[in-house]
């Protein structure tokens, strides 16, 4: 009982150090003062000012367009793979692929910025939308795959051996088991990698060009000039994305848990026809 106060009493604080500043900015985004020294009265100018700048309010949608492709394209490509990796025979392959993945994972921001823009140069490719949107896929992929990986290890293999026995082909157990049954870890992977890609701030560094810049650079560079409460107003709004982002994803999970236990119930159900 102790421990469980304790415990609770830890995640409090917790909580607290982690939200407090972003409230703090928040609160701020709304001070009429201009500056975050003292509240001197409420108003929405900042949010007006951020509404005028068609300059940031450009590199919002080009931050939320690098985000939506890249995540899209590193999910098709990261699902791929880890079904590569978990149908592979061998244990030290799946083991050595695994090792590969988990290298790009804990690998320094700066250490794969760097890398990319030593590969652009190389090659020659020019720094800009591009080079930012191949990176970002590039880093999100093990995301993706670290996210599919236990569903697959979840899944239940007897099915795609009744529907192989069945006749299916190989695109038909893909499409009508296997997707189906790892589209919980398809979908996180999705969103992790679209929150790792509107965060990410070191890579982008390296591999933006003149004339292109995510929120994150621009906010960077911005903010050496000084403290502007425009700021204060944009990541307001991006928290509030972010918070609603996290609330989708928790109902889409809440629903397919309801069905998962709808079919756990229901006698029909094909995953129980095919249990030995």
Do not use: C
């Not at 020019?126 to 670290?146: E, K, Q």
């Not at 928790?250 to 229901?266: E, G, M, N, S």
């Amino acid at each position: 009982m102790k421990n469980t106060k304790l415990s609770s009493v830890y995640l409090f604080v917790v909580f607290v150090l982690l939200y407090l500043p972003i409230f703090y900015l928040i609160y701020y985004s709304f001070n009429a003062a201009g500056t975050m020294n003292q509240f001197d009265g409420f108003t929405l100018e900042h949010y007006t000012a951020l509404a005028e700048d068609t300059r940031l309010l450009t590199i919002a949608l080009d931050t939320v367009r690098v985000a939506l492709i890249s995540s899209l394209a590193a999910t098709v490509i990261g699902t791929m793979g880890a079904i590569g990796i978990y149908f592979s025979r061998k244990r030290r392959t799946q083991g050595l692929l695994m090792s590969l993945n988990n290298i790009l994972l804990v690998s320094p921001d700066v250490i794969i910025g760097a890398s990319f823009l030593l590969l652009f140069t190389l090659v020659g490719f020019r720094l800009g939308f591009y080079s930012v949107l191949f990176s970002h896929i590039a880093f999100s992929i093990p995301i993706v795959v670290l996210m599919v990986l236990p569903r697959l290890e979840e899944m239940n293999p007897h099915m795609i051996t009744a529907a192989r026995d069945l006749g299916a082909s190989q695109w038909q157990v893909l499409k009508e088991i296997i997707l189906p049954s790892i589209s919980s870890g398809i979908l996180a992977g999705f969103f992790m990698a679209f929150t790792y890609s509107i965060d990410d701030f070191a890579v982008t560094f390296f591999v933006t060009g003149n004339g292109f810049a995510t929120l994150s650079v621009e906010i960077y560079s911005r903010a050496r000039q000084g403290v502007s409460l425009e700021i204060n107003a944009l990541s307001t709004i991006l928290f509030l994305v972010a918070m609603a982002i996290v609330v989708g994803y928790y109902f889409i999970q809440k629903q397919q848990r309801t069905r998962k236990k709808i079919l756990a119930v229901d006698p029909t159900n094909h995953e129980k026809a095919v249990m030995p």
